[in-house]
């Protein structure tokens, strides 16, 4: 495999994050959108600047910084690039390749042996004459992003080409390990994530050898500032060692897959399927034993007791709770299956609270609870408190 996996700084995701705020919305390019910076301001500069240094700061001898630059559907929006658009010869194709150059030569004017590391998307569908044209491909190397696992070879390999003929000197994959299967997908589809890697392993052999940098494994927390958590990073550790194991032995293989197993402490892994029951014995291993039973048979075993047990729907119902109305029989053939039901499933938060609260901070952990745990444990417990009143009411 003619390439590995890199770490490197990133600020694709920053801008968002530092746009949602009230105090730099006068720098956004729409005004009510926090997801694209109004490159014609001289603050829009020192704000990325002032990002940059910081980032900068906290890491040595590095070699690539990421400047992001993906999916920037309304740059040209804004009020003064439509006046910058109604120039002659300007185009949103412009704009979006001047904004990179500027940030890319703030980076290597600074920086000297930093290479800058861009998102392809927004680079796509530009001529090849243009791109070549605005000195880009001088300053900056592209990262080719896709998650699929059914991804288009041939396009890429394409893809590659033109890049190439543009006049950039390399090119670097993006794959994923977790997320980019669905905006709160609490558990990690294995197999997805391994196809997609395999499929770039197909777009590596059908390239030249010296056009590869290298692959960044991505894996989502979220999908934007704004959503949900998706998968935690310990749910998604075994997916990474498959991915990692994938690309370093060119391909997967029964073998590769006890070899996965036995560095992980595993010894039911599966690529196609959800895995009900989830033991290991890798750090962090715990939290994904928990959040899969969570996952599996939080919600339907309390689904199961409140909508599909007749003496719930049929004698103890909304109107039944809301008027303390109980039949004195009837409610033995339920109360300790509901008691018993709440009690196991305390217990289990209980546990699966403590260990994330020793990996994330403390408001990971309340959103990730509050979307995934309360919805079905507080209709448990309002149903075993309702019983309660009922039966108070009825002595």
């Not at 999916?71 to 194709?93: D, R």
């Not at 391994?194 to 989502?220: C, R």
């Amino acid at each position: 495999v003619p390439f590995i996996s890199r770490l490197f700084p990133t600020i694709s995701f920053l801008l968002q994050f530092v746009l949602k705020h009230k105090e730099f919305a006068h720098l956004r390019e729409v005004e009510v959108f926090p997801n694209a910076l109004n490159p014609h301001k001289e603050e829009s500069r020192t704000l990325v600047k002032a990002m940059i240094d910081q980032v900068m700061a906290q890491h040595e001898d590095l070699k690539w910084f990421h400047i992001g630059c993906d999916e920037v559907y309304y740059l040209g929006e804004g009020e003064e690039s439509k006046q910058w658009l109604q120039q002659q010869h300007n185009t949103p194709e412009k704009l979006c390749l001047s904004h990179i150059k500027a940030v890319a030569s703030c980076v290597v004017s600074s920086y000297p042996t930093v290479t800058p590391i861009v998102w392809d998307d927004m680079l796509r569908g530009i001529s090849e004459e243009t791109l070549a044209e605005s000195g880009v491909p001088h300053l900056v190397q592209p990262m080719i992003w896709d998650y699929a696992a059914d991804l288009d070879v041939e396009g890429k390999v394409h893809l590659i080409e033109k890049y190439r003929r543009c006049g950039f000197s390399k090119v670097w994959f993006a794959s994923a390990f977790k997320g980019a299967t669905g905006v709160n997908q609490s558990l990690t589809l294995i197999g997805h994530h391994l196809k997609n890697h395999l499929q770039w392993l197909e777009v590596a052999s059908s390239s030249p050898a010296d056009v590869l940098e290298g692959i960044a494994l991505t894996g989502w927390q979220r999908y934007d500032h704004f959503s949900v958590l998706c998968e935690l990073l310990p749910v998604a550790i075994p997916s990474l060692a498959v991915c990692l194991q994938a690309l370093k032995n060119g391909g997967y293989s029964e073998k590769i897959k006890e070899n996965v197993e036995k560095l992980l402490g595993m010894s039911n892994l599966e690529t196609d399927t959800f895995m009900s029951t989830s033991l290991g014995t890798f750090p962090g291993s715990n939290i994904l034993t928990l959040v899969t039973q969570v996952s599996f048979y939080l919600k339907s075993s309390v689904d199961e007791l409140l909508e599909r047990n007749r003496y719930v729907t049929g004698w103890f119902s909304p109107y039944h709770r809301k008027r303390k109305i109980i039949h004195p029989i009837i409610m033995h053939h339920f109360q300790p299956d509901a008691v018993s039901l709440l009690s196991k499933w305390n217990a289990v938060v209980q546990d699966l609270q403590a260990a994330m609260e020793q990996v994330f901070h403390k408001c990971t952990v309340e959103e990730w609870l509050e979307e995934n745990v309360h919805p079905s444990l507080q209709k448990l417990q309002q149903v075993v408190d309702d019983l309660d009143k009922a039966i108070k009411a009825q002595q």
